[in-house]
């Protein structure tokens, strides 16, 4: 079955880069996102990478997959206030109408 | 904004009401997901359409919840008899054939007294 964990809390001073790390167990996954949700709000796509991709970079945001440990994450370049929400990894894999499996979200808590 | 509009935003109902969501997709999307949202946890998949078809349903729907897409357009999500653990927020997500990127409305957030 498919099983997606992060870290729930993670606290960084503006300006420095914040790493926001997922494991997940389902070795055929086909796509690995990460939405951001703010306060009382929907989910906001920042970026995904293909399984067969090791690297995908986005502006301040850069995705690594480690598919032998089956380890994604979101580095966050210059991290500003405007970044404070929670981050949710997320996967699809084949057979399943590309439907998405959450993990429970990490706060991100940007302090001056 | 997404494209992707919900309706309501907010609903509070007395345990046991009926309650109906409505979702209204992006328009060139065929693809439509439900997904429940509980406080602290990450959105979890409740039912999948394609066009008007309902081509799978999670274990968490039971058969107080019931969903249609009658036009293959916006879709309709109902809960019978509400209980106070359907409190939550309703999230729907809409999707093109050919993209892999799913859009997500803003939610309905629902509360049961």
């Known amino acids: 079955g498919e099983d997606v964990e992060q870290s729930l809390f993670l606290s960084v001073r503006e300006g420095d880069s914040s790493v926001i790390n997922c494991t997940y167990t389902d070795s055929s996954s086909t796509y690995l996102y990460w939405y951001k949700q703010e306060p009382g709000a929907g989910l906001q796509l920042l970026t995904y990478i293909f399984s067969n991709m090791d690297m995908k970079q986005d502006q301040r945001l850069t995705v690594l997959l480690n598919k032998k440990d089956k380890h994604l994450s979101l580095r966050i370049a210059d991290t500003q206030t405007g970044d404070s929400a929670i981050y949710f990894c997320a996967e699809t894999y084949t057979g399943t109408a590309s439907k998405l499996t959450f993990g429970t979200g990490t706060r991100l808590q940007v302090t001056l | 904004d997404t494209g992707v509009s919900q309706d309501p935003r907010h609903k509070i109902t007395k345990r046991g009401q009926n309650v109906t969501f409505r979702c209204d997709p992006i328009?060139?999307?065929?693809?439509l997901y439900w997904y429940r949202q509980t406080l602290g946890q990450g959105p979890e998949f409740l039912t999948y359409?394609?066009?008007?078809?309902?081509?799978?349903k999670s274990r968490l729907l039971s058969d107080r919840f019931s969903a249609e897409r009658p036009k293959g357009s916006f879709s309709t999500l109902e809960i019978q008899r509400t209980e106070q653990g359907d409190s939550a927020m309703y999230l729907c997500?809409?999707?093109?054939?050919?993209?892999?990127?799913?859009?997500f409305g803003q939610g309905t957030r629902l509360t049961v007294v």
């Open positions: 997500a809409t999707r093109s054939p050919v993209n892999t990127e799913a859009f």
């Open positions: 359409f394609q066009n008007e078809a309902q081509l799978e």
């Open positions: 328009s060139e999307h065929n693809r």
